[in-house]
């Protein structure tokens, strides 16, 4: 069994005024014991709000990026371990913007990963391709080929930890979707791969689905069996729908 993980990147949005209005609405709608697992992924300066207004409650949060190393001369960094003694719970890795704004590789991201586990952080492991490499037919060589340079040399008791977000990357903040058997072949193909490289616990571990949810396709995605739930963008600045899309999670 696989609990569904419905976890909302806010990306560079929001002051603290608007995350305390935020927190308070979520708060009000979340009952005591959610079928899903909640997540709230705001920017590294909400990281402390999130603390003051979540910490003892049934939702979780975490990190949009963080830097390997514990600390030293970084101007401008923030350390997984810095994040994590906040009391972050996850770290997202590899996410697209991050990968192409930010010229991220394959190496950093992997250091990123690691680092998020030896922290004790749950990392969300962001894969996808460009429209591009998607209709020259090379969607899934692109996608394995980010899974196993992130990857490489994990055991399968640090995969156990591990959520994947497959996130298309001309789905992303576009309102226009992944078709959803495009998506469902997707996760299935990651799934095998996590089989073949982590045996058992590869049929364990999470994949999230991430572009363009909305309260309106959520259903859509997740009720695929491949796909355990949904990373959020721009739809999940609203606590009202971001708890319509966990609902749609909790089938
Ligand atoms: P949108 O939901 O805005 O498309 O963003 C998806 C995303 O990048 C989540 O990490």
Redesign the pocket.
């Known amino acids: 069994m696989r609990t569904p993980i419905v976890a909302a990147?806010w990306?560079m949005h929001k002051t603290v005024r608007e995350a305390v209005d935020y927190f308070r609405r979520l708060l009000e709608l979340v009952p005591a014991r959610p079928p899903v697992e909640l997540v709230i992924v705001p920017p590294a300066t909400l990281l402390w709000v999130a603390q003051k207004h979540l910490g003892g409650s049934v939702v979780g949060w975490g990190a949009q990026n963080a830097y390997p190393e514990p600390q030293g001369a970084f101007t401008g960094e923030v350390s997984v371990v810095q994040v994590a003694d906040l009391g972050a719970r996850y770290l997202?890795c590899g996410?697209?913007?991050r990968r192409h704004i930010f010229r991220e590789d394959d190496e950093l991201v992997g250091r990123k990963l690691r680092a998020a586990l030896e922290g004790g952080l749950i990392p969300i492991l962001?894969v996808g391709e460009t429209l591009e490499e998607r209709q020259a037919g090379r969607a899934w060589g692109v996608v394995e080929g980010q899974l196993a340079a992130a990857l490489a040399d994990l055991s399968p008791e640090d995969a156990s930890r591990l959520v994947i977000?497959y996130?298309p990357v001309w789905?992303?903040?576009?309102g226009v979707p992944a078709q959803p058997q495009d998506a469902q072949e997707m996760a299935a193909h990651i799934r095998d791969w996590l089989k073949e490289r982590f045996g058992r616990t590869g049929g364990r571990i999470r994949i999230q689905y991430?572009?363009?949810?909305k309260p309106e396709n959520a259903r859509d995605f997740l009720t695929l069996p491949d796909i355990d739930g949904a990373?959020?963008?721009?739809?999940?600045l609203d606590p009202d729908k971001f708890w319509a899309i966990a609902q749609a999670a909790a089938g």
């Open positions: 990147n990306k997202i996410h697209s913007e962001c977000a996130e789905a992303i903040g576009t991430g572009g363009s949810v990373l959020v963008g721009g739809a999940s």
